[in-house]
């Protein structure tokens, strides 16, 4: 909860909007030079959607006329931006707040959700961990994220777009079980099965049973494609499946998002991070343009693309996408 001390003056409430517009569109980014003058490279992580955002941001770049690339896909592509091994990755905010915390170089400036108690992971009561509960919504985790100081890296302009986990079950099951809430999932979890990709079953069966007391029948973990896709549910192979608000399976196979998940994950709002070593604001200005027209419907339709039994590839994904929405300017 954000703390209050009371009437703000007119100093303090001139503050509070400076550091508001700091985590808005259109935020200026201090990089090293105004033109880039070397090769960016971008890394994703293996899922075909993150490779369709890897691939559309790299246009973005090409056709403001920066050199980019794609590198292989990582696991982490996180750590490898921070690690040097590339100048930019496209993740979830909870993710990068997680990450960028723990960097020494990284203070919170004083803003809304940077003034909650003393602004660290542990005094907020959040977990180290990128994909279980937190403490902040989503504005606020945007917000703490956009306030970080950090040296030789950069937050840019956060989309709208959000891959947030969540719980869903087919209508059979929510109207057999009268389940519509995850409040309800304590005197049910015993007779339901759960599907959670493999490296994140241990920590949201522990969240399950710590937050909601639900203690599943049985817990199967999924392998990342599988869990992608939503056919454990629909198969009914498990009741309950753990998966992301930009899963477009969920609306293609009318599936029941359970009100209240999101107690369970930390917000993931899209956000590009960056290095600014040798970039330049040409490349922020054509990422922060693709950042600003990439709303939830737009996420849901890239999934929609590269998934299911008509999947294009996800360059030629992004290709068609920017094409859709009219993003380049290069003939």
Request: glycine share 6%; with cysteine.
């Amino acid at each position: 909860m954000i703390r209050s001390t009371g009437p703000l003056g007119l100093t303090a409430i001139g503050a509070l909007l400076l550091s508001l517009t700091a985590c808005t569109a259109g935020s200026e980014v201090d990089t090293s030079q105004p033109t880039t003058t070397r090769e960016l490279v971008i890394v994703q992580g293996p899922d075909a959607q993150d490779q369709a955002l890897g691939h559309a941001y790299r246009q973005m770049l090409d056709d403001a006329g920066i050199e980019a690339s794609l590198a292989k896909a990582a696991d982490d592509p996180v750590a490898a931006v921070l690690a040097g091994h590339a100048d930019v990755t496209v993740a979830g905010s909870g993710e990068l707040l997680a990450a960028l915390e723990k960097l020494p170089s990284s203070a919170a400036e004083s803003s809304p959700a940077a003034d909650s108690p003393a602004g660290t992971s542990e005094d907020l009561g959040r977990p180290e961990s990128t994909s279980g509960a937190t403490a902040l919504d989503a504005a606020q985790t945007k917000n703490t994220l956009h306030a970080l100081q950090l040296s030789d890296f950069a937050v840019l302009d956060s989309a709208e777009a959000q891959s947030t986990g969540t719980l869903v079950v087919t209508a059979a099951t929510s109207a057999g079980e009268q389940l519509t809430n995850v409040q309800q999932l304590s005197t049910l979890c015993s007779e339901l099965e759960f599907g959670i990709v493999a490296d994140e079953a241990a920590q949201l069966t522990d969240e399950l049973a710590t937050i909601l007391d639900c203690v599943p029948a049985k817990v199967i973990e999924l392998t990342a494609p599988n869990a992608r896709g939503v056919l454990p549910v629909i198969t009914d192979a498990v009741q309950v499946q753990a998966t992301t608000v930009d899963n477009a399976g969920i609306a293609d196979n009318a599936l029941v998002v359970l009100e209240g998940a999101d107690v369970l994950f930390a917000p993931q709002t899209i956000t590009p991070l960056i290095t600014t070593r040798e970039v330049g604001q040409d490349a922020v200005k054509a990422l922060n343009k693709l950042s600003g027209a990439l709303k939830q419907e737009d996420l849901l339709e890239l999934d929609r693309m590269v998934t299911g039994r008509d999947a294009v590839q996800p360059a030629r994904a992004a290709s068609d996408w920017l094409a859709e929405k009219d993003m380049l300017d290069a003939g």
